[in-house]
Antibody, heavy 116, light 107 residues
Framework: EVQLLESGGDLVQSGGSLRLSCATSGFTFSKFAMTWVRQAPGKGLEWVSTIYPSGEPTYYADSVKGRFTISRDNSKNTLYLQANSLRAEDTALYFC?????????WGQGTLVTVSS | EIVMTQSPATLSVSPGERVTLSCRASQSVSNNLAWYQQKPGQAPRPLIYLVSARVTGIPARFSGSGSGTEFTLTISSLQSEDFAVYFCQQYDSWPRTFGQGTKLEIK
């Protein structure tokens, strides 16, 4: 069974940084693209970033480009999202999900709250 | 960026009814269109990919159709567990984009 477990979410001040992690199991991590999707409280889904199996290419939403960095460690079966220069509008539940096109499955998310 | 627009925002329906949700793309996405279901406090669950292909384990009462810029998700006979929010998503180009969602509520 595929399992995705996000961690690293926290309350942080505006301008701060966080590193989110997604520990995976149940599939050959090094063969699959991975994606972060976020959801602000009470809002819809927003695609954030995708990374291909080898680590490249990577894609970012304009809203996070230059501030967030997606990466992966295929030896640890773990996906990361380094989030810098955080803003109030980055407050959201961040989901880790498998795929580069449509996404399946999804983790339960980790909550990032940015206080201004 | 391709903008995905879903309608209506909210739909009040009764169990057993047939319901159709709409999703429109601002430009053609070919057949690269997926649908997700999300219940409160849960992660999204994929239902449909490539417009009409059901994800493994999704009941046959869920079906998708359309092409180009106009798409629909149909639930043939609503069950109590189907009351949720539904999102469409295009994966024809970057950035990937989602519709704003349609909430199915009990009438």
């Amino acid at each position: 069974e595929v399992q995705l477990l996000e961690s690293g979410g926290d309350l942080v001040q505006s301008g701060g940084s966080l590193r989110l992690s997604c520990a995976t199991s149940g599939f050959t991590f090094s063969k699959f693209a991975m994606t972060w999707v976020r959801q602000a409280p009470g809002k819809g889904l927003e695609w954030v970033s995708t990374i291909y199996p080898s680590g490249e290419p990577t894609y970012y939403a304009d809203s996070v480009k230059g501030r967030f960095t997606i990466s992966r460690d295929n030896s640890k079966n773990t996906l990361y999202l380094q989030a810098n220069s955080l803003r109030a509008e980055d407050t959201a539940l961040y989901f880790c999900t498998l795929g580069w096109g449509w996404f399946d499955p999804w983790g339960q998310g980790t909550l990032v709250t940015v206080s201004s | 960026e391709i903008v995905m627009t879903q309608s209506p925002a909210t739909l009040s329906v009764s169990p057993g009814e047939r319901v159709t949700l709409s999703c429109r793309a601002s430009q053609s996405v070919s057949n690269n269109l997926a649908w997700y279901q999300q219940k409160p406090g849960q992660a999204p669950r994929p239902l449909i990919y490539l417009v009409s292909a059901r994800v493994t384990g999704i009941p046959a009462r869920f079906s998708g159709s359309g092409s180009g810029t106009e798409f629909t998700l149909t639930i043939s006979s609503l069950q109590s567990e189907d009351f949720a929010v539904y999102f469409c998503q295009q994966y024809d180009s970057w950035p990937r984009t989602f519709g704003q969602g349609t909430k199915l509520e009990i009438k």
